[in-house]
């Protein structure tokens, strides 16, 4: 009897919500479904109310991760036109798309360029950048710390830091060769422990020795929300000092504030 009643309600409520909607849509002149919150504001500047406008993700699941479930391509038959952001920060669009087949509505990338002209090659300019800065500077020094506390901060701007690894003193050395098999045991939990706490970042995309860098250069490219990150580094025997550049992707990887908008989280930055 109870779960007939819960259903009662529900059902109650949901004839509410539907009749609600409907009348939402009096007026308009169709509907319009966008991929994120940021195209929706865009439809909305360009229509205003003229049109009624749905989100394709109804929860707050950042955009690259986002994947449309049965309900949500049923969903997507229904409307007129389908605006989205484009230039690949939906990798969901093509083959969602491609497999509606004729019931696919009219799709538009908004940050796409009009006809035959040419997408800008943003990931190509990130690199080219990454490069002059490597090559030709300007540099700013900055020496690692073995403390978390200790971290200096860098920022996503336009110079190279030079990095380079904190002198070790007799002492300290002599501390640690003397502790060392003693606590190796308590070191290796420690470790353990520290690497488990930290969620671990995989790049996207990795470019070796790309042209017009310095030999031997890497681009890692990350997805990365906003927020604060502890890079990490292991020092080689012949490697004491190394140039590094951190730049975000122009274009559809760019992150913009959400002005309050917290819960449609569109992208965050992709970091280089």
């Known amino acids: ?162 990095l380079s690894f904190p002198e070790m003193d007799d002492d300290h050395d002599d501390h640690a060769d003397d502790d060392h098999d003693d606590h190796g045991e308590h070191g290796d939990e420690h470790d353990e422990h520290n690497h488990a706490d930290h969620g671990h970042a995989s790049p996207e995309e990795t470019i070796e020795d790309p042209a017009g860098c310095p030999a031997d250069s890497v681009i890692s490219i990350f997805h990365m929300e906003e927020g604060e990150y502890i890079l990490e580094f292991e020092e080689a025997e012949d490697l004491h000092e190394f140039n590094m550049a951190v730049l975000k992707m122009n274009g559809g990887h760019a992150h913009h504030d959400h002005h309050g908008h917290g819960d449609h989280d569109d992208h965050g930055d992709d970091d280089h």
């Open 1 to 162: 009897m109870v779960l007939v009643s819960l259903l009662m309600i529900f059902s109650s409520l949901a004839g509410c919500l539907d009749g609600d909607d409907d009348e939402s849509r009096e007026g308009k002149y169709g509907t319009v479904m966008v991929s994120t919150y940021h195209v929706g504001e865009l439809v909305n500047a360009v229509a205003g109310t003229s049109v009624y406008v749905e989100m394709m993700s109804e929860d707050n699941i950042p955009v690259h991760d986002y994947e449309p479930s049965a309900q949500d391509v049923v969903r997507l038959q229904g409307v007129d036109v389908f605006f989205y952001h484009g230039l690949g920060l939906e990798p969901w669009v093509d083959s969602t798309l491609e497999s509606m087949g004729e019931a696919a509505p009219t799709a538009i990338g908004t940050h796409a360029m009009p006809g035959d002209e040419a997408t800008l090659d943003y990931e190509g300019m990130l690199i080219s950048e990454l490069c002059e800065l490597l090559t030709a500077g300007p540099y700013e020094a900055t020496t690692l710390s073995m403390e978390e506390d200790g971290a200096s901060e860098i920022h996503a701007e336009y110079v190279a830091h030079t």
